[in-house]
């Protein structure tokens, strides 16, 4: 039998939370950060040259990018070559890095980890909207952690954070619920509102 996604982060988040763990978590969020951007890059190009017309790679904001070609675009964050699985490793690393973010800004540039829990957020709800990823409790938890990240990470700042990204703005004038299913059943737990989560946790 699997061993559920969210007993196997819990494992991994017990092996990084210490100081090297911080270190470790953060590059770990970057890493799937880097590799998604690429794979979405090889996309792009691949539309350009079968269709003359490639959409922009933005890593601010990837919501215009699914919004034209989404239905060309295959949604990887499942299967990218580093091999981290967004409702493990991620979800760990992003769990860590939130529960002790005053550390984490000590220890690290808070601005790049920032940067990255916002850019797998944009991508993880443009999944949702446009690339037909199935929103189960696993998905829905994992966008609430790196909700909580990004707020615990902003207040721990130092020096004034920086502005929030346009995905998280538009997203944010939005009151759009998507059911959420069990993760073994087409059975719906519960509903997951995106924007009204990042208002609650990010405008405060």
């Known amino acids: 039998m699997r061993v559920p996604f969210a007993e196997q982060a819990e494992a991994v ?3 990084l939370d210490d100081e090297d763990g911080l270190v470790v978590a953060g590059g770990l969020l970057g890493e799937f950060a880097d590799a998604a ?3 979405l890059l090889v996309q792009a190009g691949d539309l350009h040259r079968r269709t003359g017309h490639g959409p922009a790679v933005d890593r601010r904001n990837y919501r215009p990018l699914w919004q034209e070609a989404g239905g060309r675009l295959r949604w990887s964050l499942f299967a990218l070559p580093c091999g981290l699985h967004p409702y493990v490793q991620v979800a760990a690393a992003v769990t860590v890095l939130g529960a002790r973010a005053r550390r984490t800004v000590r220890l690290t540039d808070p601005e790049p980890v920032l940067a990255h829990v916002f850019e797998v957020l944009d991508l993880t709800v443009a999944g949702w909207e446009y690339g037909r990823v199935r929103v189960d409790v696993d998905a829905a938890t994992l966008a609430g952690q790196l909700v909580s990240a990004a707020r615990q990470l ?4 130092p020096d004034e ?5 346009p995905p998280v703005r538009e997203l944010m004038r939005r009151n ?9 059943a087409e059975r719906i737990v519960g509903a997951f509102d995106p924007g009204r989560v990042m208002r609650e ?4």
């Open 13 to 15: 988040a017990r092996l």
């Open 37 to 39: 951007y690429a794979d």
């Open 154 to 157: 902003r207040a721990a700042m």
């Open 161 to 165: 954070p920086p502005p929030l990204p």
């Open 176 to 184: 759009i619920s998507v059911d959420v299913l069990h993760p073994a």
């Open 201 to 204: 946790s990010l405008l405060v």
